[in-house]
T-cell receptor, first 114, second 113 residues
Framework: NAGVMQNPRHLVRRRGQEARLRCSPV?????VYWYRQLPEEGLKFMVY????????ESGMPKERFSAEFPKEGPSILRIQQVVRGDSAAYFC????????????FGSGTRLTVV | SQQGEEDPQALSIQEGENATMNCSYK?????LQWYRQNSGRGLVHLIL?????REKHSGRLRVTLDTSKKSSSLLITASRAADTASYFC?????????????FGKGTSLLVTP
């Protein structure tokens, strides 16, 4: 079984450009979570989505950041007009509808804004 | 703010020794989980312990939970060089949502041959 697939692994963007990060959850998992990790820090929750619904985006910055999980296709985390402070590793995790064990994390996308 | 706080920040031991990492948290929890992260990689789930459990084992891993002290410990016995990684505790609160993981900053473990 494939785990959580994230792409790209590394993404370099110039200030002001858009970054689109993709996440394909484990097959059969309908819940997706995005986390951000700054250097030497733990992961911080950003957003929780189910198919076609944003359940909780309390960890998302109010501007420039958006997320979706369409009926078909991967979940997308979109960052518009990136700034240097957006440079971080972004991790996606998924879980089944009712999870009894931990989340399955992807390998992350490392975003560098130059 | 971080919910879980790991201690120590860094730990260096020799192969064969035991490694103990501690985690403290602040609010009531539904469960606490430990994850491992190799450098530049994603997180791997190690073990989950529920708030009504006190101890759990998985292979060379032993996790304890003391809800009265709001603390947990992860013990890795007979460590190996391959155990070198960062270890994070993460809590799931008892809120209505009960899904968001609150991570600490992690303990960096180095196991030397």
């Amino acid at each position: 079984n494939a785990g959580v697939m994230q792409n790209p692994r590394h993404l370099v963007r110039r200030r002001g450009q858009e970054a689109r990060l993709r996440c394909s959850p484990v097959k059969g998992h309908s819940h997706v979570y995005w986390y951000r990790q700054l250097p030497e820090e733990g992961l911080k929750f950003m957003v929780y989505l189910q198919k076609e619904n944003i359940i909780d985006e309390s960890g998302m910055p109010k501007e420039r950041f958006s997320a979706e999980f369409p009926k078909e296709g991967p979940s997308i985390l979109r960052i518009q007009q990136v700034v240097r402070g957006d440079s971080a590793a972004y991790f996606c995790a998924s879980s089944p509808a009712r999870w009894e064990s931990g989340y399955t994390f992807g390998s992350g996308t490392r975003l560098t804004v130059v | 703010s971080q919910q879980g706080e790991e201690d120590p920040q860094a730990l260096s031991i020799q192969e064969g020794e035991n490694a103990t990492m501690n985690c403290s948290y602040k609010t009531s929890i539904n469960n606490l989980q430990w994850y491992r992260q190799n450098s530049g990689r994603g997180l791997v789930h190690l073990i989950l312990i529920r708030s009504n459990e006190r101890e759990k084992h998985s292979g060379r891993l032993r996790v304890t939970l003391d809800t009265s002290k709001k603390s947990s410990s992860l013990l890795i016995t007979a460590s190996r060089a391959a155990d070198t990684a960062s270890y994070f505790c993460a809590t799931v609160s008892n809120s209505n949502s009960g899904y968001a993981l609150n991570f600490g900053k992690g303990t960096s473990l180095l196991v030397t041959p």
